[in-house]
């Protein structure tokens, strides 16, 4: 078999309640998950199962407690061992992240934000306006509403706002977390549409959907995760309905 484009072996990661009781809580207790290229995984388990804990861990925003991420393009790296700069050139050019929660920088305009995030890339600045403009259309975000800042918006705008700058320029690997929880079902179903279409341009993606029928619809694998660690994994017609009451949010 081919080797995985992400390797994650024995993950662990803990959280300190120190306002409460210094009580150690496990967020991951020894995941093991390999996601291929091109392949959509998608995380399901219930609330506190330990899905957005791993993304952000894979992300860097979480130092895991012990265990490996290995990244395999280029030369392949070990991502828990990075850098702070080695991981944020990895953000800049191969891995994006797309919460459902948009933090702009302030008195910046919507198409704005999205023209930056091709820029990094080293778009140049024409072709990242033509780009910022496709993706923002193809996202149903008015083009009336591209000079406004984002604090304006609504919840769904904002979370349609993050996703095109997060995919302006398709990653190597798109991290997303619950990218449609606030969508109305036309633009839900917008995005549904242009994740789909990452996928078929090989871009691999791992995600966490409370939405049973998005990973019926996209997923070509579902992760369980319970208790910190991946429980039961495959097809999704399979592995969601042997194991419902484990998936349900």
Same mark, same amino acid.
Request: overall charge negative; hydrophobic content about 40%; glycine content about 8%.
């Given at each position: 078999?081919?080797?995985?484009?992400?390797? $994650?072996? +024995? @993950? /662990?990661?803990?959280?300190?309640?120190?306002?409460?009781?210094?009580?150690?809580? &496990?967020?991951?207790? #020894? !995941?093991?998950?390999?996601?291929?290229?091109?392949?959509?995984?998608?995380?399901?388990?219930?609330?506190?199962?330990?899905?957005?804990?791993?993304?952000?861990?894979?992300?860097?925003?979480?130092?895991?407690?012990?265990?490996?991420?290995?990244?395999?393009?280029?030369?392949?790296?070990?991502?828990?061992?990075?850098?702070?700069?080695? $991981?944020? +050139? @990895? /953000?800049?050019?191969?891995?994006?992240?797309?919460?459902?929660?948009?933090?702009? &920088?302030?008195?910046? #305009? !919507?198409?704005?934000?999205?023209?930056?995030?091709?820029?990094?890339?080293?778009?140049?600045?024409?072709?990242?306006?033509?780009?910022?403009?496709?993706?923002?259309?193809?996202?149903?975000?008015?083009?009336?509403?591209?000079?406004?800042?984002?604090?304006?918006?609504?919840?769904?705008?904002?979370?349609?706002?993050?996703?095109?700058?997060?995919?302006?320029?398709?990653?190597?690997?798109?991290?997303?977390?619950?990218?449609?929880?606030?969508?109305?079902?036309?633009?839900?179903?917008?995005?549904?549409?242009?994740?789909?279409?990452?996928?078929?341009?090989?871009?691999?993606?791992?995600?966490?959907?409370?939405?049973?029928?998005?990973?019926?619809?996209?997923?070509?694998?579902?992760?369980?995760?319970?208790?910190?660690?991946?429980?039961?994994?495959?097809?999704?017609?399979?592995?969601?309905?042997?194991?419902?009451?484990?998936?349900?949010?």
């Amino acid at each position: 078999m081919d080797t995985p484009l992400l390797r $994650i072996c +024995d @993950l /662990r990661k803990s959280f300190t309640l120190h306002a409460v009781d210094g009580r150690l809580i &496990e967020g991951l207790n #020894g !995941v093991d998950l390999d996601i291929y290229e091109g392949e959509h995984v998608a995380l399901a388990g219930t609330s506190g199962a330990g899905k957005s804990t791993l993304l952000r861990c894979i992300y860097r925003t979480y130092l895991s407690d012990s265990g490996s991420i290995e990244f395999n393009v280029g030369m392949g790296y070990e991502l828990t061992a990075l850098t702070d700069d080695q $991981i944020a +050139d @990895l /953000r800049e050019h191969e891995i994006g992240y797309v919460s459902q929660f948009l933090r702009a &920088e302030p008195r910046r #305009g !919507v198409k704005d934000i999205v023209i930056k995030s091709a820029l990094k890339e080293g778009i140049d600045e024409a072709v990242a306006d033509e780009m910022a403009a496709a993706i923002l259309t193809e996202l149903n975000i008015d083009e009336s509403l591209w000079g406004t800042y984002p604090t304006l918006l609504s919840g769904g705008e904002k979370q349609r706002v993050n996703l095109a700058a997060g995919i302006v320029v398709a990653p190597t690997l798109l991290l997303l977390d619950e990218p449609v929880s606030a969508l109305d079902p036309r633009n839900r179903e917008a995005v549904l549409q242009v994740i789909q279409r990452l996928v078929e341009g090989n871009t691999t993606v791992l995600s966490v959907f409370h939405d049973l029928d998005a990973m019926f619809r996209l997923a070509d694998r579902v992760a369980v995760l319970s208790n910190g660690k991946v429980i039961d994994q495959g097809h999704p017609d399979v592995v969601i309905n042997r194991s419902l009451e484990t998936v349900a949010p």
